[in-house]
């Protein structure tokens, strides 16, 4: 997934609190609706991150306008009460990428 900071997009960061015991369950669930979603108009890129101490999962989504991303809102916003069977806290956000380091390829 290619991170930017050009242009006008819209980066989501949203964290899931869970328990060691539900967070391959919340990332299993989170990868099916992943793959159901990914081809919405606005998407560029989703990834999901897992904390080693298994209480998070974090969810990194980068689409392509605020109006695309609203849309997906629209359309699937009922779908996430689905993800607090496996998760005590939800806590979704967007941001402005504002600094990015991304070293070159060596060959």
């Known amino acids: 997934m290619l991170v930017s900071k050009e242009g006008n997009l819209v980066t989501l960061i949203n964290v899931f609190e869970t328990t060691p015991e ?6 299993d669930q989170w990868t099916r609706f992943t793959e159901e979603i990914k081809d919405e108009p606005g998407v560029i890129g989703i990834a999901l991150h897992k904390s080693t101490d298994g209480t998070r999962m974090i969810n990194y989504a980068q689409w392509r306008s605020q109006a695309d991303f609203d849309t997906f809102l629209r359309r699937h916003g009922a779908e996430f009460a689905q993800f607090s069977q496996n998760a005590s806290r939800i806590d979704p956000h967007t941001y402005d990428v504002v600094y990015l380091y991304e070293r070159q390829a060596v060959n």
């Open 22 to 27: 539900q967070q391959q369950a919340l990332i």
